[in-house]
């Protein structure tokens, strides 16, 4: 089948708990002596909290950004006095900063760190892994510690997977192959021209799968469901290359996975299988003339690719190539060279929100991802030209795909730590601890006696019994399924005789694992989950006009020398006008 394309601060610890809020301000520290009780001498400490140069970020770049709704001095509530105090926490969060996308036509220094700002409130409030973050444990995020730091992509693998095409993935055998320079002759173009202009060809593909098993033979591998692809002709997109191509891959689509890419049976059922299809693609599009193969997350989607590639040539006399890991381009494992510590999430439309301040059109549908990953290349590949040592060198392919597996490139002025990132930036001045003077911030789940009492209309006496463990007059301890005590990592106070009353939780999950555990039910129309909803907005806790430590990116570029890891703005303003062309 044909293809047709496509600071120093005071804090009041009051040991009555009325009262237990970081001062900021003269006025904040005024407002908290008159309301704070049983105030000594010996309960007011100054203690360091370090946050972002004080209030330099703060005063020189927030409060100097008017004109917007979600993000500068428009987060800010005034205090009596008219000035701006508390950040409103009903206005954090991407859902609504992505209405107020960067202008990049218009766009300034001060713009674009403001915009980092707010993107880091919203995810360092969203992300629960931001607000557990230690840095004394973990050397990198999460992420970028499986992807680069782990054992399997960064140790040589066994002699019996040694150069297997289809199961070889190490960095070391990919820098083995790279460094033989007698080889892959390809790979010695220059990426630009003598006047810095990209003159790449390439390929940039992506897929969406019906899940994540690409090796586990012992179950079904998932197979690809939707094929995406543009070429890029001497550094420019060519559009009407442009590929979405849905597959049938002839197995059921878990609702997981139809839960992140909206791709349902129903939509497949008419699609070619990937047999109808694989032979062009592959000829039309992943060829020597097309140039490099550019693939963000490449092992996933090259491993997939070549899944189907080996059961093609497993029956056809028509044999395909399987794809080698050593040649793909991949501005995921770049990003995170360069800037491991920009986002605690690498995913493409996760890093796409700090690089370039706006949505991803229609992430994880495969075409739409293609176009991204198409501008997190040039990011990536734009930084690496101007950080040449030698200028009158031209940057290649061979040199970006060596640093990319983690080789110390000569040309290339970046020297790579333990875990083969930028050893320019660090952890500790990238992600810190502020003090926020905050309103409208919800920081758990707490049911008080009176919320309780306030729910029994909605949910009925029986599940209100059940909340205050008063099943049939006997109190009984509750239990995790197989008789193990309640102790949830994210849980404060463990629930006693009182049960869930006045127990705080941090995360909804760990809430809702507890009324599982409470027997909760459903009650007249209502069902079991709507019950447990109505339950859940109910507990919902708020801090109001108070100050918080709040763990969040540091947005501000005065600490870039002191290894901030923040984007590149020129490169990144660069890319988006390109874009617009």
């Known amino acids: ?137 973990r050397k990198k995020m999460l992420a970028t510690s499986h992807s680069i730091d782990s054992r399997g992509v960064k140790e040589p693998p066994s002699k019996a997977l040694k150069k297997d095409a289809y199961k070889d993935k190490s960095f070391a055998s990919n820098i083995e192959e790279l460094l033989d320079i007698k080889h892959h002759k390809s790979l010695d173009k220059p990426i630009f021209t003598k006047d810095g202009e990209l003159c790449l ?31 890029i002709k001497n550094g420019k997109t060519v559009e009407a290359t442009g590929m979405r191509q849905l597959i049938n891959p002839e197995m059921p689509i878990p609702a997981a996975s139809s839960k992140v890419h909206g791709i349902f049976d129903k939509d497949v059922q008419d699609a070619p299988v990937m047999e109808k299809i694989l032979k062009s693609f592959n000829d039309d599009y992943l060829n020597k003339k097309n140039g490099i193969i550019v693939a963000y997350n490449s092992q996933f989607d090259i491993t997939m690719l070549n899944n189907a590639i080996r059961e093609h040539n497993s029956f056809s006399a028509d044999e395909l190539k399987p794809k080698k890991y050593f040649k793909v381009m991949d501005p995921f494992l770049l990003i995170q060279r360069i800037h491991p510590y920009v986002g605690t999430s690498k995913r493409l439309s996760e890093q796409y929100k700090y690089f370039f301040c706006k949505n991803m059109d229609n992430a994880h549908d495969a075409y739409a991802d293609v176009k991204g990953t198409v501008n997190m290349l040039k990011y990536s590949l734009y930084y690496l030209n101007e950080h040449r040592k030698d200028v009158t060198k031209p940057l290649t392919q061979r040199d970006v795909l060596l640093f990319q597996n983690g080789y110390e490139v000569p040309n290339i002025n970046i020297k790579l730590d333990a875990q083969g990132c930028n050893s320019a930036v660090n952890f500790r001045t990238s992600y810190r601890p502020v003090s926020l003077s905050v309103d409208n911030y919800h920081d758990g789940y707490l049911l008080s006696k009176e919320d309780i009492k306030s729910l029994a209309p909605e949910i009925g006496e029986k599940n209100v019994k059940r909340l205050k463990n008063e099943v049939s007059d006997k109190k009984v301890e509750m239990k995790q399924p197989g008789g193990l005590p309640i102790n949830a990592a994210e849980t404060r106070q463990k629930p006693d005789d009182r049960g869930m009353e006045n127990a705080f939780y941090v995360m909804k999950k760990n809430f809702n694992k507890v009324l599982d555990y409470a027997g909760i039910d459903a009650y007249a129309e209502k069902s079991r989950e709507e019950v447990k909803e109505l339950i859940t907005q109910k507990a919902k806790h708020y801090i109001h006009k108070d100050s918080i430590d709040f763990w969040m990116k540091n947005p501000n570029p005065h600490d870039i020398k002191n290894g901030n890891d923040l984007p590149d703005f020129n490169i990144c303003k660069r890319v988006m006008l390109e874009d617009m062309i």
């Open 201 to 231: 060809d390439a390929v940039v593909f992506d897929t969406e799968t019906t899940g994540t098993n690409t090796s586990d033979e012992s179950k079904v591998l998932d197979k690809i469901i939707q094929i995406g692809a543009i070429q």
């Open 1 to 137: 089948m044909k293809i047709i394309p496509l600071n120093y601060q005071t804090k009041i610890n009051n040991p009555d708990k009325k009262s237990n809020r970081t001062v900021t301000s003269p006025v904040q520290l005024n407002n908290a002596l008159k309301n704070t009780h049983n105030i000594s001498s010996g309960l007011l400490k100054t203690y360091y909290c370090p946050s972002f140069k004080g209030d330099f970020f703060e005063n020189n770049y927030t409060r100097k950004l008017a004109g917007k709704v979600y993000q500068g001095v428009g987060l800010m509530i005034k205090n009596e006095l008219g000035t701006p105090e508390w950040y409103d926490f009903m206005k954090v969060g991407w859902k609504n900063l992505s209405k107020e996308p960067l202008d990049w036509k218009t766009a300034t220094p001060k713009d674009f760190y403001v915009f980092t700002q707010a993107n880091a409130f919203a995810e360092g409030y969203e992300s629960a892994w931001v607000r557990r973050f230690n840095y004394t444990n």
